[in-house]
């Protein structure tokens, strides 16, 4: 897997290990067999093993529970296990997907020793992520990034890679069609308009002789047996049919100028006013009594909170999780536009 790939992948599973952890989860046995390639995007799967936060060990210290050459030292010792585990352990699957091994082969003891008391070998990452997956896979838990701090060195550059892939295959595809577009027209002009070669025009053939019987011939006083033709009626002209559509029984409803949306929480802004969403429950608001809307990019640029005043004073706010720093900066825009068009000055 190229850097571009690995990138994307190691931020994918950052926003997973991101996701666990903020739900007071440790997964302790991420590794490539637990992750699922779906088309939009990888999935981490099996959660046999996992712990709260609050109670990380799973047994008696000294138990060792996971998959040997994914472990975290501290969970080949049986010790307190936090989500640096997880951190390591996607420091491995990075190193497995570039096509290494961190800690070689060998027994199940062997690896753990390994992942103890040496170095990972990080000989098959690409240069440019060396270093972050080192630190991954530092033997101090304390040493290794957070999810937070993987996601602010690979997201900016995955998304990048990720944007001027769909970008070139867009644009190929446009190209592709284009030019089958023009091929057709060729065809067609070619059959109508394209003068044959003087040389490849068939000479005239002249038509053989009738004989003499073959056809009634005039007489003196008899006149040759030709039918008469008979008469077609003309053609009578129908008034031509128009289908005129019936009309709707009512336009339809505008879609709102700004939404905004995580599975817990969500915005809604359109002509009529503002609508809050929190974990099922919604509050909507109408522009006459909103007298502003403020909003801000909180947790790294990834996320955005609105607080909603109205004239009464009372403050609704709500906070959407973009995931991603250029999704928040999107909506950034967007909602400023339908602020400043609907908002009461």
């Known amino acids: 897997m190229g850097e571009p790939a690995l ?46 936060l609050e109670s990380t060990r799973l047994t008696a210290t000294g138990s060792a529970f996971g998959t040997p050459g994914y472990l975290a030292p501290e969970q080949a010792l ?27 082969d060998g027994t199940p003891m062997g690896l ?33 990034p957070t999810p937070d701090e993987i996601l602010d060195v690979l997201g900016a550059g995955a998304g990048a890679g990720a944007g001027a892939g769909a970008g070139a295959g867009a644009g190929a595809g446009a190209g592709a069609g284009a030019e089958a577009d023009v091929g057709v027209g060729v065809g067609v002009a070619a059959v109508d308009a394209r003068p044959m070669p ?15 019987d073959a056809l009634p011939t005039q007489t003196a ?15 009578v002209p129908h008034p031509a049919t128009l289908v005129v559509p019936p ?15 995580d599975p817990n929480s969500g915005i809604a802004v359109d002509a009529s006013g503002v ?4 974990f099922g429950e919604e509050a909507d608001f109408v522009w006459a009594e909103v007298r502003a809307v403020r909003y801000e990019r909180f947790r790294r640029g990834r996320a955005l909170r609105v607080a909603v005043t109205l004239h009464d004073g009372s403050v609704y706010d709500c906070e959407v999780d973009g995931r991603r720093a250029a999704r928040v900066d999107e ?15």
Not at 222 to 228: E, G, I, N
């Open 7 to 52: 990138s994307s992948l190691g931020a994918a599973l950052a926003e997973a290990l991101e996701a666990i952890h903020a739900c007071g989860l440790v997964h302790r046995d991420l590794k490539p067999g637990n992750i699922v390639m779906a088309p939009d995007g990888p999935r981490v799967l099996d959660f046999g093993i996992a712990r709260a």
């Open 78 to 104: 049986g010790e307190e296990v936090t989500g640096a585990a997880d951190v390591f352990a996607l420091g491995a699957v990075l190193v497995a997907a570039a096509g290494g091994r961190p800690f070689g």
């Open 112 to 144: 753990m020793y390994r992942s103890v008391h040496e170095a990972p070998d990080l000989a098959m990452v690409p240069e440019a992520l060396r270093g972050l997956v080192g630190r991954c896979l530092e033997k101090n838990p304390a040493e290794r």
């Open 198 to 212: 003087a040389d490849a025009i068939p000479p005239s053939i002249p038509a053989p002789p009738t004989p003499a």
């Open 221 to 235: 006083g008899v006149q040759d047996a030709v039918p008469t033709p008979v008469p077609h009626p003309a053609p």
């Open 247 to 261: 009309q709707p029984s009512a336009p339809p409803l505008p879609g709102p100028e700004f939404v905004a949306a």
């Open 275 to 278: 609508s809050l969403h929190l």
């Open 331 to 345: 909506w950034i825009l967007r909602l400023g536009m339908a602020l400043a068009r609907y908002l009461p000055a």
